[in-house]
């Protein structure tokens, strides 16, 4: 791929995060309000449906996706992400988060080689083990590790199966009727657990941030299946490591949060390892 086309790759992917992150931003500013975290992750599946359903040209033929076990576990795992982060996000600095969070292509790597049949390659070991290093730093294990980034690593965790998950139906599906199937499943098992919940008041503060929340993963997610339909996967991977950049900024911003020494230091290698790949695919790929 040429620089150009390659900077051109990076704003999108860029931009897909940013939007992803905005979304997390409004949930941090519910959640730490005392909205449940049920509530905001079921309102994200739910309102992105509604959204993305016009867009995703479904078909009476396509349905039959529901026999499928493999759809329901993916979206199970990515559910079960989207309420793990959220939790985390209700104590924990932004950046944090995201940077515990980022164990998931190192979780997706590791089922890859061990259960779909891919060869380890030497140079991506390395670079995962530097960015899990990385996350190291973030966490801090045995040093103060604080509750809420144990549910970041969780969400990391469902991640990476999610995203495993999501190797072994690429080939059977579209890819915007795989994003409809996990929002709507996603609102389905979320369901029982959101009436259960105490519901927050409906003022137009809570509905709009509800509906940022939603709306920027939603939007998120669509430019980069969008995105995935004319890159290759291993070179978008390396450019979601630019979330933490949002991540950070936003966390400064709008929570006035600063990552401390060690934390920044963590940050530093997980992005070094996500660019680093990069590096690495555009070396072995000829122009």
Partial sequence: MHTTDLLRLAALVFTAVTCVVLGDTAGKVLTSGGVDPVIVAWARFGLGALVLLPLSGLRLTELSIARDWRVWL???????????ILTALRTEPIANVFGAFFVGPGVSYVIAVLFLGERP??????????????????VKPGFGVSFGLFYALAAGCFYGAYLAMTRTVAGSYRPRLLLMSQLLIGTLLLTPMGLSVEMPTLDWTIFALLSL????SAVGNYILVVVNKTAEASLIAPLVYSQLISASVLGVVVFGEWPDVISLCGLGLILLSGFGSLLAHQRATPL
């Fill in 74 to 84: 993916r979206a199970g795992f990515v559910t079960a992400g989207i309420s793990c």
């Fill in 121 to 138: 390659s030497t140079l991506r070991s390395l670079l995962l083990g530097l960015g899990f290093i990385g996350v190291m730093l973030v």
């Fill in 213 to 216: 929340s939603a709306l920027g």
